[in-house]
């Protein structure tokens, strides 16, 4: 997609923070504007000097240096002041330094986006670090009901969490579940009886366990991207003094969102997911990654010797490391084995960050070679048992044709990525 705003090629903008390896924020500023976007890894003692001196017009500010900043402004804006931080500083002409808070709006714009009721109702905040703040000044200005702010060690903490089961809202602004830790909960959501709706401010994976869990619960839930997107397009309007285009934070979100979701393959035995899947890859220049060959790599044996030596349980548990850490990645293609779909827990791993696609192939099509548990069963047998599996497992269920471009070329139509 090509950059939504010009005419601001000589703007000098970036991103300041102490780690920032996995930051989103210049892939989405890439597709915001034509400004440069620096990426600055600074050092705390070298922070002051930076927002003095740097070559940077403006920048954004990130962990854990949004307070840090705080003492080098000439000015900082009203919400900035009331959460204390800041994470978008702007130089003016002048030389006047500027502050303000961008995740305020963010999350602002994140709630609309819901479409999830807070006026009067009980909300449950997780955590009681930056973004914490932020959330809990959006709340407030939103007339929430009653709020609860939930911390290991605070007043109201996960030992008396019971006191407020009765919560309306629940909005986790912890990392935990956070990659790569993915699959832990920060709490168990079953108990909150109430909870018309979730939001989690992870955004990597795409569905936390929290949020698979509002999803299974029936709950409204949404996770953290629409708010960073929104943050940044505040940001954009702060560094170059102009309005956003209508509809800039939905298409951006849904770009990144596409971008980084994994398209995984399930199917049968010998149905093409292999063939097909490195045709997408290529197509969509992501890796590819063959769920058997991650688990020689992973465990020194091949599917069909790990079968036939330590029977299907043991090959399964084995299969599911290999799954549980082939689902933590971004903006791959992933062909799993034809049997992965018979454990219901390889779902989560694989739908956390994933579209699932089954690749549906008549049976008389099937390819034999190498496949140790079809030669031993048939495999109308074997679709009789699996064929419920699959279709539970399936976002999306694609043909198989003789043709694997053309396969491949339906699989993309069906996405929406061509
Ligand atoms: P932070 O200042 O470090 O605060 C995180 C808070 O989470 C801590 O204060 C802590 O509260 C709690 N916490 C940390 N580890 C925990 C654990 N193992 N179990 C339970 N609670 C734990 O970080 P932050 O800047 O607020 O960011 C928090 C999260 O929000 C991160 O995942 C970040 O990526 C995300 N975030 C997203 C956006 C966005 O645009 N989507 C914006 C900002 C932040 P207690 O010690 O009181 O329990």
């Known amino acids: 997609m090509e950059t939504m705003q010009k005419g601001f090629s000589s703007l000098r903008c970036g991103l300041i923070g102490e780690h920032l390896g996995h930051s989103f924020s210049a892939p989405i500023h890439a597709l915001l504007a034509d400004y440069s976007y620096e990426i600055c890894e600074l050092a705390p003692h070298e922070v002051g000097d930076f927002v003095k001196n740097s070559r940077l017009d403006a920048f954004n500010v990130t962990i854990p240096y949004k307070e840090t900043v705080l003492p080098y402004l000439d000015t900082i804006s009203p919400e900035a002041k009331r959460i204390g931080s800041v994470n978008t500083v702007v130089r003016r002409a002048n030389g006047q330094i500027d502050g303000y808070n961008t995740d305020y709006f963010g999350f602002d714009a994140m709630l609309t986006a819901s479409g999830i009721p807070v006026q009067g109702k009980k909300t449950v905040v997780l955590g009681t670090g930056g973004a914490s703040k932020t959330v809990q000044t959006v709340l407030s200005d939103r007339g929430v009901g009653e709020l609860v702010v939930v911390g290991r060690t605070s007043e109201n903490n996960y030992e008396n969490l019971y006191l407020h089961y009765d919560a309306d809202l629940i909005v986790n602004t912890t990392p935990v579940g956070m990659y790569p830790k993915n699959g832990q909960t920060p709490i168990d959501l079953s108990h909150f009886r109430n909870c018309k709706g979730v939001l989690d401010l992870i955004y990597n994976p795409a569905k936390t366990a929290l949020l698979l869990k509002a999803e299974e619960l029936g709950i409204s839930a949404m996770n953290g991207l629409y708010m960073l997107v929104a943050q940044a397009v505040k940001a954009f309007e702060f560094f170059t003094g102009e309005s956003a285009k209508a509809g800039v934070i939905e298409t951006i979100t849904k770009r990144i969102a596409s971008r980084t979701r994994n398209i995984i393959l399930i199917g049968m035995p010998g149905c093409g997911k292999s063939t097909v899947g490195k045709i997408l890859a290529e197509q969509l220049d992501r890796s590819f990654l063959d769920a058997d060959e991650e688990f020689f790599a992973m465990h020194g044996i091949t599917p069909a010797d790990a079968i036939k030596t330590l029977g299907e349980d043991c090959f399964r548990e084995m299969e599911h490391e290999v799954l549980y850490e082939l689902g933590k990645k971004s903006g791959t293609v992933i062909a799993t084995g034809g049997g992965a779909v018979t454990r219901s827990f390889n779902y989560e791993p694989l ?68």
């Open 351 to 418: 739908h956390q960050n994933g579209t699932i696609i089954y690749l549906r192939r008549d049976l008389s099509k099937l390819s034999k070679k190498d496949r140790p548990l079809s030669q031993s069963t048939s495999p109308e047998e074997l679709y009789n048992k699996r064929k419920v599996f699959y279709e539970a497992f399936a976002d999306l269920t694609i043909d198989s044709t003789e043709i694997p471009e053309q396969t491949a070329a339906r699989m993309l139509a069906a996405l929406e990525m061509v």
